[in-house]
């Protein structure tokens, strides 16, 4: 019946579920799991877990290695919650905040043996709905049944898996024109992804040849540095400058992706500042938050120029793994232009470990 909700409709609705700290129902081959992010969890929830059974926090290796504890499932560690651990040992646990002030949160026991499939699930979804990567997993019965009794969201693994790993088609909304300071001839374009994610933009500048390689450029979203001038990064100025070159040749195109931090979401961002603040660069940073060097999707950078009907860019970046995700998709890259803007004595650390650990040319 298509009034029923796809899988792809249930995962929106199980990212709302856990930033609102509702639990989800996850459902396996053999077992089934109740999940909360365990920065939304709160006493009495946790109260009702530990009626359910001896529930577990799930965290990623990155995580792990931090708090010293055993990932034995490669990617993932189970942390089996004391029977007196507080709401406050549990966010501890998620959120690195604290580390420094209080390193001794052990010894952790980590669980080992069955499945850690439910928990990669958990935790795939806190991170796309932009949550730190940590969920607090307790067993429960018949999965069905239980989210039919508590009117909870239930996801299917076998159903989620594939949807999580591949990105969503993205649809134009609409466009309209857009005069700027850099160009009267603007024109921007909305797009939608199908999985009720975060929307994206292409700007577009003036009417650019579609049988030639188009001046573009994959621009992450960054609300500190595009819209209040921070100056702890370069991206402020990267924006303004390709907007402005666009503006001088009379053609080019701006994708704005809707991936802040590095894919991990403004708050997470803002944790990560936090920590640098106590002396870890960037990557440090993400790996104690729990999340990878980079969890952005620059392939939607080559879906949206398909959309608008180029082939072949010649791309403003510094980072070579936009060229080589651009080539490996189907977009040619006939020129890398560089784009070296916006140094300043706040990010210049910064601008060193993005040429050092991310490869960035600069």
Known sequence: MSLLPDINELLARARADLRMGVPLVLEGETEAMLAVAAEALTAERLDDLRALGDPVIAITAWRAQTLKARPYDGDVARVVIPKDADLAWIRALADPADDLIAPMKGPLNSQRGGSAALARLGIALAKSARLLPAVVLVPVGDAARFAADHGLTRINHAQAVPHLGERSPINEVVHARLPMAASEAGRLHIYRPEDGAEEHYAVEIGRPDRSKPVLARLHSACFTGDVMGSLKCDCGPQLHAALEQMGAEGA???????????????ANKMRAYSLQDQGFDTVEANHRLGFEDDERDFRLGADILRALGFSSVRLLT????????????????AERVPLKVGETAFNRQYLATKAKKSGHLL
Not at 252 to 266: A, C, F, M, P, S
């Open 252 to 266: 080019g195109v701006l994708l704005y992706l809707n991936q802040e931090g590095r894919g991990i979401g403004l």
């Open 318 to 333: 510094n980072n070579p793994k936009k060229i080589a995700m651009m080539e490996k998709t189907g977009i040619a890259v």
